[in-house]
């Protein structure tokens, strides 16, 4: 894979061979974030599970200490007073049976986070098949089926993410803007390791987490002192 100008000045920085603490790892993130726009800075968790297994999955959801430093929007599933109730916490957008079209049909997928409460998810499985593999369905664990959709919309409006294994068994979540103060990443990433390690399955054996790099969406990866994160 070719790689720029900008990527390569940025890779030079990096000692590949270096396993970085946290503080290091993030003062060094702020000066490869080398593009001409606000980088997302992402967090990449190699785990020792195996996702085949149900009694190994990971998922849930944190509300960072600092945000995401990005407009979420937000599309929730209700019906009676539960859209009303939506609206006024902040939805871009709500409905029901009439979206589906709208959504199967017409590849309509303006919203980053979906929300239903769980009356309506008989009317949201028949979307299975979109929003799964784009990982915007609704799940108990992340909070996001539920009645009270006043919290589940204010906790993604001030910085809730998702955290859950992929298929290559490694959790990819955002940590927040390459804008943000060093002291913001380092809380956004400590509430966000927290969480993970919490969340281990008792039935992993042998190392939990196997590799932890930090990178910007334009930048070279910096691997992270895993020892340290599990001290």
Not at 70 to 98: M, N, P, Q, S, Y
Request: with cysteine.
């Amino acid at each position: 894979m070719k790689r720029g100008k900008r990527y390569l000045e940025a890779a030079k920085l990096v000692d590949r061979a270096n396993l970085y603490d946290v503080a290091e790892a993030i003062t060094l993130i702020k000066k490869t974030a080398v593009a001409k726009f606000d980088e997302t800075v992402e967090l990449h968790i190699r785990t020792g599970c195996d996702g085949r297994h149900a009694d190994q999955q990971i998922r849930g959801a944190v509300v960072l200490p600092h945000g995401t430093g990005k407009t979420v929007r937000i599309l929730v599933f209700a019906k009676g007073a539960k859209v009303d109730e939506a609206l006024a916490a902040g939805a871009d957008h709500v409905g029901g049976e009439e979206l589906i079209p709208k959504i199967q049909n017409d590849g309509w997928l303006d919203f980053d986070v979906v929300v239903a409460t769980p009356d309506m998810m008989g009317v949201v499985g028949r979307l299975g098949k979109v929003l799964g593999p784009k990982g915007l369905m609704p799940n108990p664990k992340a909070g996001t089926v539920t009645m009270d959709v006043t919290k589940a919309i204010e906790d993604i409006k001030a910085g809730k993410v998702e955290y859950r294994l992929d298929k290559t068994n490694i959790v990819h979540v955002p940590l927040g803007k390459a804008s943000f103060g060093e002291d913001q990443l380092k809380d956004n990433f400590q509430a966000i390791i927290d969480a993970v390690i919490k969340a281990k399955p008792s039935a992993v054996k042998g190392a939990y987490l196997k590799s932890v790099i930090i990178t910007t969406t334009m930048g070279p990866g910096i691997r992270l002192n895993v020892a340290k994160l599990m001290a």
